[in-house]
């Protein structure tokens, strides 16, 4: 059983009077437990829509999204859901709900009514996973954009999630707090957790198992990144491909050539020194 | 003359109580007159406090020692600041989120309407501004911001300042945000204002791929300092500096790098992917091992 599985999802939304806007098209695809998969696509593609019918809270208008093989719909089963797939959102200054950041990371574990001792043990946890321990006393307004999200992950953490879906969570960062988020990412990722990572950015995707881009409301590409980036398609999804592959490919018309798909600057810079020397 | 002359700029946040914060330390500062600044640094290295000196948002604090000159108009004089509002127009980050009126046209003309144009004026100017954005005034005018994209709101609130035809346009990150498309549209958007509209810009990014290609000048800050300045090639050939003050090289000079640490014959003073690819091109084809030309 996959941990994550659509059959046929359409999603709709109403815009009064009787009529509606599909986002999503009859999407099936399933997301094995411990992948750290990208959705991408252009603004309007469905991707955020995608994100929130994952834990319940967009249900879908058709079809089933099952977590474990328990249907999203199931509504004694929401609550279990939403511990299970965590979400992290865009603005960092929209995710805080304490003064204190020990605080702001115990509200989840508060709210499911946990025992005193266990919170704090949750607390400590999260707030180490996420490398933001030595800011536990600290107040949220005088972080960085990249330590308010890796604190809004903490929250997340300390719920004891399956699933860490970040919803365009690096965007409003500077490169050095992008950097921090998605290398948190990749390590919760190697501890077994599930991430979800919703990007247009696809340096980013470079780190990922597996990327999906949405266009239309369709799945258009749903591949390996290497094979997403040779499939031709990324442009016709409103995407670019990573800067790095970006270079090697107008490289090839200078008379280079490169026999793998190049992701990584180093491999770039490999694949070219061999043809000069 | 210079469009923009600052002098001994110093401005402290929360002065005299225990979160006193240095953002501006006694900078200098002169831009000419149809230059593209780039204006890099970490969060909290003074660029948004810089900015909002430039049309007396934020205001001298220390008139004896401080001076903001922008095209002859000084901050400290109360009554060219009304002038210097429109001279200086900036955009700044998510500018969407600033959008308030209910229709396009009416977003637009806030700015004209309060210069005190004739309404003649103030349409022709909505119109002017809106089709340099890239909207059709007939489709867009009379429709909600709030019903448009992300894209296309953003364009709506450059329209809204470039409305009032400033010489100086300042933009705070402009395309954080926006997916690819948007990226490459507003950036495009941004070279023809400069020639259609604002002949100086300034523009400040965290994307050094970006500022190298589109800035003929760089100032890079930190704690408040400017502490490099020159053309893109002279700022990104201080690697130590730019490291020490935790800024990233653009792609291009990072390549550069690691070809030169495998023995491969570069030049210093790449910073665009185009001036990588002439350069190895050149190297390929057996040429010359001379500088690729500089052009973007």
Not at chain 2, 170 to 191: M, Q, S, W, Y
Not at chain 2, 211 to 231: F, N, P, S, Y
């Amino acid at each position: 059983m996959s941990q994550i599985e659509l059959k046929s999802v359409d999603y709709c939304y109403s815009l009064g009077e009787g009529r509606s806007i599909k986002a999503l098209k009859n999407l099936s695809f399933s997301i094995e437990k411990g992948q750290f998969v990208t959705l991408a696509g252009m603004n309007g593609s469905g991707k955020s829509t995608l994100a929130k019918l994952l834990n319940g809270l967009f249900l879908p208008s058709l079809g089933e999204v099952l977590i474990d093989g328990v249907s999203t719909k199931d509504e004694n089963s929401t609550f279990e859901i939403r511990r299970k797939a965590g979400m992290v959102f865009q603005n960092p200054d929209n995710q805080m709900v304490a003064t204190i950041i020990e605080d702001d990371v115990a509200f989840g574990p508060e709210n499911i009514g946990l025992p005193r001792e266990e919170i704090i043990e949750r607390v400590d946890y999260a707030l180490k996973a996420v490398d933001m321990d030595e800011f536990r006393t600290r107040t949220a307004s005088k972080l960085s954009g990249g330590q308010k999200q890796r604190v809004a992950i903490a929250g997340v953490l300390a719920i004891r999630p399956e699933i860490l879906i970040l919803d365009e969570a690096t965007s409003m960062l500077d490169p050095k707090g992008r950097r921090e988020v998605m290398g948190i990412a990749k390590k919760l990722n190697e501890q077994g957790i599930t991430v979800i990572n919703i990007t247009h950015n696809m340096e980013e995707a470079v780190l990922s198992d597996r990327i999906i881009v949405l266009r239309k409301g369709r799945i258009a590409i749903d591949a390996p990144p290497k094979d997403a980036f040779a499939s031709g398609l990324i442009e016709a999804c409103g995407l670019s491909l990573p800067p790095v592959l970006q270079l090697a490919e107008n490289l090839k018309k200078d008379g280079f050539e490169f026999d793998n798909q190049i992701l990584f600057e180093d491999e770039l810079a490999e694949g070219v020194c061999r043809q000069l020397n | 003359m210079s469009a923009i002359e600052l002098k001994h700029l110093t401005f402290v946040y929360s002065k005299k109580t225990p979160f006193e914060k240095r953002a501006l330390d006694d900078i200098n500062l002169s831009v000419e007159e149809g230059t593209f600044l780039g204006v890099i640094g970490e969060t909290g290295s003074g660029k948004s406090t810089l900015i909002q000196h430039l049309n007396g948002l934020i205001k001298v604090q220390d008139k004896k020692v401080s001076s903001v000159i922008v095209n002859g108009l000084s901050a400290t004089d109360k009554k060219a600041l009304k002038n210097l509002r429109f001279e200086v127009g900036i955009v700044f980050q998510y500018p969407e989120y600033q959008l308030f009126e209910d229709s396009v046209k009416k977003d637009v003309a806030f700015g004209p309407k309060n210069m005190k144009l004739s309404p003649e004026e103030i349409d022709a100017r909505v119109r002017r501004a809106l089709e340099v954005v890239g909207l059709d005034y007939d489709e867009f005018a009379e429709r909600s911001p709030f019903e448009l994209s992300g894209g296309e709101k953003r364009r709506v609130a450059i329209a809204g300042v470039i409305a009032m035809e400033p010489k100086i346009l300042v933009l705070d990150e402009p395309v954080a945000g926006l997916d690819p498309a948007g990226r490459a549209e507003i950036l495009a958007l941004i070279k023809q204002l400069q020639k259609d509209v604002s002949p100086t810009i300034i523009m400040v990014s965290h994307n050094m791929d970006d500022i190298a290609v589109l800035a003929d000048r760089i100032i890079a800050m930190h704690d408040g300092r400017i502490e490099l300045d020159g053309t893109p090639e002279e700022v990104f050939c201080n690697r130590e500096k730019i490291a020490e003050i935790g800024l990233d090289l653009p792609l291009a000079t990072r390549l550069r790098d690691k070809l030169v640490e495998r023995g491969v014959n570069l030049p210093d003073g790449i910073v665009t992917p185009k001036q990588l690819e002439t350069a190895l091109a050149n190297l390929k084809s057996g040429g010359l091992n001379e500088r690729g030309d500089d052009n973007v």
